[in-house]
């Protein structure tokens, strides 16, 4: 259906009120973007002519309404894609691939030399090591919940579980750093203060409860026939498990563990606190105690001193984990479409 | 031929000595569990390896255990295999098992091969060998001889290593391109948490019989424990943060009972005060009633950060919750299935991944210019708002969906126009699970460091809370006659997890217990948010089931 025809769909009273508080909408966004001192009298005469509007018809300037809140989310993500770049622009402009595939020097404020190459080092180690953690904990505590846990054990560990999510990160990353950095120092005679390795386990925890949920879920929406079908042919529950009811779900915990991918890429505080951030590849390269920085904490620790194109190349960090977690999220939405088309359900 | 009782058919079944074999394999899985707990303490250092209790070392009672554990494992299997026991061994330990005993057996001989007999190059090769060996054990051999030899002979050597003190008190390693060096305080209790887990795991097979009954025993013994740790975790970091951070917290509590003016006023014909007196309770808690003291003098409080946080959190609220609602609503009720609803539906869980650092750099780059070029509390409030947002539609979506469908066209039905249905239908009867949303998505925005780190903060220690509220409402003697209060979001301020790290930035060394307090009553803040939202929506789920 095209927009003419399903514009042709509403009555007049709906189209003169949604092309008005549209225009009046766009002027308000438009303002704010060139003249934000304009905005404010703009934004007035739009909810000016809701309330007058709402008076005289209820009915059609809600819908409008609502589905201007319905934009909301598009425009939004629209909004962050386009500023992203555009700040990531100048140092893509100049540093060119460089950026990507840059060599010693890394990152040098002193002769404008800015290369992601440690940054997207130390977030694939700290996310490899998270998801090593991450992925089998959460898909067997999400197997316990939905599969094995007796009720009153069900009750415990599933807000428990939801708690732990709760956790900010920054207090992950204080216990990181206050307790886990020492003990790594005292006990495993580590030189420096902190370590891609100790990140990588903390993000791993803090990645746990989102696999944990989606898997469960993902595990939950098996119809409870294929169980049953196995279990009537005299299989035990743990095969049941493990030959009908994890294959069926198979699609859902990945997707799972695709979401806590994107959360231990995007995780910010605690890697800030627990490294080193030092703008140099770990030495050697595959030394998972060494000292490094990630994108995330780039931006978190050198945000403020940033000025011109280093502000820039900030931003271009931000483009590359923003991709990178878009992916991961879109892969996963995709992959747990699929799931419900086959398993046929709506759950 | 007569029939027998029910019990009599079960015990044929099942095996004579099938007790002996019970009593046996849990007696095994309950040492090897141990033998984990005690690695456990003895990792973080509460016992170290080389404590002695009643004239044995901590390291060689965990050798000693795990030894057991081995020769009783692989005895247990060869008198399976004998037919000592009734037990229903497959022909195979199965794939899974073997790929896990293999991987063991790798390391085993990779860590042998490179380390102890320093060979360079050629050590994956052993390792091979041995991780091929133990693998295949466990897959062609029949499984009680299989599996318990490949995974017994593990936890003997594990078990030998250490109480021989081949690993123990005094040992230390320094492997190769790696910055640690290993010691025997730390390479124990991780001998001994492997070792535990594969023979508590290997036991308990033994105790179900083999056969799907013994791997089904064996699976839950993993995954069972693997819950309990989360559980285990979950409480050692709350308690752990409750035991460090009461004392900062509740430094300098001071309250009281006084007689005290409750008010007074001044009645027109009398020419005195007539003053209504009462007891007044006086309570004064100064961590969370004052700011940082900047004499150094007194006690450091976070005031300051809790009023930040909670203007940052009303203002998300009310910006995301009517637009999420709102969006959820016309979703569920005005929207066909299209393009449309699945570009909002994609945006939206995008949204809801997007790194919180990439919402602080937008905000950075996308309202601080425009919103007086200074970090400002309305910037993070908007910020935090997108942030919430996703989370709002997605509960509220589903909230919505559960309406039944009989509301709806009951409504209908009675000639109630559709926008009266959803205001005074649909919206209340949905009410509670959108509530529930918004409380755990508050909690997860109460605690979020990046964003407002790069939008709202500039000091790190304010002794001084952000006077978002100035004049205060007053009646005045010129038009209009009363005086609003100035509402000033446009400038910095603090909040509770921003103080936090700003601690740890500062260096912690004196301010080390006021970062435990602050992180105390942070993790109040926000446990309290979820807390109360799960509950709540385990009450709702319940009335809803009845």
Same mark, same amino acid.
């Given at each position: 259906m095209s927009i003419a025809t399903r514009l042709g769909g509403l009555d007049t009273e709906t189209r003169v009120i949604g092309g008005v508080g549209t225009i009046l909408v766009v002027a308000a966004i438009l303002s704010f973007l060139v003249a934000p001192a304009l905005t404010g009298p703009i934004a007035l005469a739009f909810a000016a002519f809701v309330v007058v509007s709402y008076l005289v018809a209820e009915g059609s300037t809600a819908r409008f309404l609502l589905f201007l809140t319905t934009t909301s989310t598009v425009l939004i993500l629209g909004f962050i894609t386009v500023y992203l770049i555009l700040n990531a622009l100048p140092a893509a402009r100049e540093m060119g691939l460089y950026l990507l595939v840059g060599s010693d020097p890394f990152w040098s404020t002193g002769t404008n030399v800015y290369s992601l190459v440690p940054m997207m080092w130390g977030t694939l180690v700290t996310t490899v090591i998270a998801m090593l953690v991450a992925a089998p904990l959460g898909v067997a505590g999400a197997v316990f919940i939905s599969e094995i846990a007796p009720g009153w054990a069900r009750e415990i560990v599933k807000p428990a579980v939801e708690m732990l999510a709760g956790i900010p990160s920054i207090v992950y990353g204080f216990i990181g750093f206050t307790l886990i950095n020492q003990f790594m120092q005292q006990e495993l005679s580590l030189p420096t203060f902190g370590s891609l390795f100790v990140t990588g386990l903390v993000i791993g925890v803090m990645?746990?409860?989102?696999?944990?949920?989606?898997?469960?879920?993902?595990?939950?929406?098996?119809?409870?026939?294929?169980?049953? %079908?196995?279990?009537?042919? %005299?299989?035990?529950?743990w095969q049941t498990s493990t030959s009908v009811t994890l294959p069926a779900a198979f699609s859902g915990i990945s997707a799972a563990v695709l979401l806590g991918v994107g959360r231990a890429v995007g995780e910010t505080m605690a890697a800030t606190v627990i490294l080193g951030n030092v703008t140099n590849l770990p030495d050697p390269l595959m030394d998972v105690?060494?000292?490094?920085i990630t994108l995330t904490s780039l931006i978190a620790s050198q945000y403020g001193a940033a000025s %011109?194109?280093?502000?820039?190349a900030l931003f271009a960090a931000g483009v590359v984990l923003f991709v990178t977690v878009m992916g991961f999220s879109i892969a996963s939405q995709l992959i747990e479409r699929r799931m419900r088309r086959t398993l046929g359900g709506d759950a | 031929m007569s029939l027998g009782t029910p019990s009599d058919t079960a015990d044929a079944l099942v095996g004579g000595d099938s007790s002996t074999r019970e009593l046996v394999g849990g007696g095994l899985a309950a040492l090897s569990f141990a033998a984990f707990v005690v690695g456990l303490v003895a990792l973080f250092q509460y016992v170290p390896v080389d404590t002695t209790v009643g004239g044995v070392s901590v390291a060689t009672a965990i050798g000693g255990a795990l030894t057991l554990v081995g020769v009783g494992i692989v005895a247990l299997g060869a008198a399976s295999y004998a037919g000592v026991f009734e037990t229903e061994p497959g022909h195979t330990g199965g794939i899974l098992s073997a790929a896990f005993l293999g991987l063991l057996w790798f390391a085993v001989g990779g860590l042998?091969?490179?380390?102890?007999?320093?060979?360079?190059?050629?050590?994956?090769?052993?390792?091979?060998?041995? !991780?091929?060996?133990?693998?295949?054990?466990?897959?062609?051999?029949?499984?009680?001889?299989?599996?318990t030899l490949s995974a017994g002979l593990f936890v003997l050597l594990s078990g030998l290593v250490v109480v021989t003190g081949l690993v123990g008190p005094g040992w230390s390693w320094d492997p190769a391109n790696v910055s640690i060096v290993v010691t025997g305080a730390v390479g124990v209790p991780v001998v001994a948490l492997f070792a535990g887990l594969v023979g508590a795991w290997t036991a308990a097979r033994v105790y179900g019989g083999f056969g799907p009954q013994g791997r089904q025993t064996g699976a839950y013994v993993l995954v069972t424990t693997n819950a309990a740790a989360m559980i285990a975790l979950l409480g050692s970091i709350v308690g752990f943060i409750a035991v460090r951070g009461f004392g900062p917290m509740t430094e300098g509590i001071k309250y009281g009972l006084f007689w005290g003016p409750w008010t007074w006023f001044n009645p027109p014909l009398l020419d005195t005060w007539v003053v209504v007196e009462g007891p007044i309770v006086?309570?004064?808690?100064?961590?969370?009633?004052e700011g940082y003291s900047t004499l150094g003098a007194g006690v450091d409080g976070v005031l300051p950060a809790i009023v930040g946080t909670v203007w940052l959190v009303v203002g998300a609220v009310a910006l995301a919750v009517p637009l999420g609602v709102g969006a959820a609503v016309f979703l569920t009720e005005y929207a066909e299935q299209g393009r449309f609803t699945s570009l909002v539906e994609i945006s939206t869980n995008s949204l809801w991944s997007t790194p919180s650092i990439v919402y602080g750099l937008f905000g950075l780059a996308f309202f601080v210019p425009r919103l007086g070029n200074t970090n400002s509390i309305l910037a993070g409030q908007l910020v935090l708002g997108f942030m919430l947002l996703p989370l709002v539609v997605i509960t509220s979506t589903e909230s919505l969906k559960s309406v039944p469908d009989e509301y709806r066209d009951a409504s209908a039905a009675l000639g109630v126009s559709k926008w009266e249905t959803i205001k005074s239908v649909v919206l209340p009867a949905s009410l509670p699970g959108v509530i529930t949303g918004v409380i755990l998505g508050i909690?997860? +925005?109460?605690?979020?460091?990046?964003? +407002?780190?790069?939008?709202?903060?500039?000091?790190?220690?304010?002794?001084?809370?952000?006077?978002? +509220?100035e004049g205060g409402f007053r009646f005045t003697s010129a038009f209009p006659f009363v005086a609003i209060p100035d509402l000033n979001l446009v400038q910095a301020s603090s909040a509770l997890p921003y103080q936090l790290f700003a601690v740890i930035g500062a260096g912690l060394g004196e301010n080390l217990d006021f970062a435990w307090g602050t992180a105390l009553v942070l993790?109040?803040?926000?446990?309290?948010?979820?807390?109360? !939202? +799960?509950?709540?929506?385990?009450?709702f789920r319940r009335k809803l089931d009845q």
């Open positions: 990645a746990l409860p989102t696999v944990v949920s989606v898997a469960e879920d993902a595990i939950a929406s098996v119809p409870d026939s294929m169980r049953d %079908g196995a279990q009537a042919l %005299g299989a035990t529950d105690f060494g000292n490094t %011109g194109l280093q502000f820039s | 042998v091969g490179a380390q102890t007999l320093g060979l360079s190059t050629v050590w994956p090769v052993v390792a091979l060998a041995t !991780g091929g060996f133990g693998a295949a054990v466990a897959l062609f051999v029949r499984e009680d001889i299989g599996v006086w309570f004064h808690w100064p961590f969370v009633m909690g997860r +925005i109460a605690g979020e460091t990046a964003p +407002i780190l790069l939008v709202t903060t500039s000091s790190p220690f304010p002794s001084e809370v952000a006077g978002v +509220i993790l109040l803040v926000v446990m309290s948010f979820y807390a109360v !939202g +799960i509950g709540s929506r385990i009450y």
